[in-house]
């Protein structure tokens, strides 16, 4: 048997205030880190790998270290990081020339 739908309590949302962060799932609490500083530690990873993926080079360069497959590894994370990073950053434009358009 199946009932039917009745009205649904859902907070209308026209009205400012009407929802709370706190209802809303997936997002970061108050408490968590904000924006600017997951995008900073984000910089400062990428930026991490990048110098790791150059040392790694270097040392096989010199003949420090003679396995290709740990150097390869480290610099296609790097490599792979930097990709996400400027994706992140392409769409952050996108999203930014969008709300130039927007008409008041």
């Known amino acids: 048997m199946t009932q ?4 649904m309590n859902i907070p209308a ?6 929802i709370s962060p706190a209802a809303l ?3 970061p609490s108050a408490g968590g880190p904000s924006f600017q500083e997951t995008l ?16 790694g080079v270097e040392r096989l360069a010199t003949g420090q270290t003679d396995n290709m497959a740990e150097v390869f590894t480290t610099v296609r994370k790097a490599e792979v990081a930097f990709s996400m990073l400027m994706e992140i950053r392409n769409k952050l434009i996108d999203a930014y020339r969008e709300i130039q358009q927007i008409r008041v």
């Open 40 to 55: 900073l530690n984000s910089l400062e990873e990428v930026n991490k790998l990048q110098q790791e993926a150059a040392h």
């Open 25 to 27: 799932p997936g997002l």
């Open 4 to 7: 039917p739908i009745g009205p």
């Open 13 to 18: 949302l026209n009205q400012p205030g009407s």
